[in-house]
Nanobody, 115 residues
Framework: QVQLVESGGGLAQAGGSLRLSCAAS????????MGWYRQAPGKQRELVAA???????NYADSVKGRFTISRDNAKNTVNLQMNNLKPEDTAVYSC?????????WGQGTQVTVSL
């Protein structure tokens, strides 16, 4: 069993910053990919950013240049630094860990960006 515990999130003004953190624990051999997804009301869940164990990153076009994902393979943690936040970034953000061949999810944390 693998558990993902998230922290961070909350309320920010447009142009501000927030940082999300996620720590994985449990029976972990090797986490191939760690990342963050988000889901806004009435919308489908979408990938925000992800990073492979080898260091390859992938970002949604809408966050490129504003968000930065970092990962500590030894500690099984992943962080998302979110800068220059926009109201359209408002969503529930969920941590994801892919351990072949199962996806694990955190409980989700709310990010709200106001004008």
């Amino acid at each position: 069993q693998v558990q993902l515990v998230e922290s961070g999130g909350g309320l920010a003004q447009a142009g501000g910053s927030l940082r999300l953190s996620c720590a994985a624990s449990g029976r972990i051999s090797s986490i191939a990919v760690m990342g963050w997804y988000r889901q806004a009301p009435g919308k489908q869940r979408e990938l925000v950013a992800a990073k492979t164990i080898g260091g390859v990153t992938n970002y949604a076009d809408s966050v490129k240049g504003r968000f930065t994902i970092s990962r500590d393979n030894a500690k099984n943690t992943v962080n998302l630094q979110m800068n220059n936040l926009k109201p359209e970034d408002t969503a529930v953000y969920s941590c994801n860990a892919f351990i072949p061949y199962v996806n694990y999810w955190g409980q989700g944390t709310q990010v709200t960006v106001s004008l």
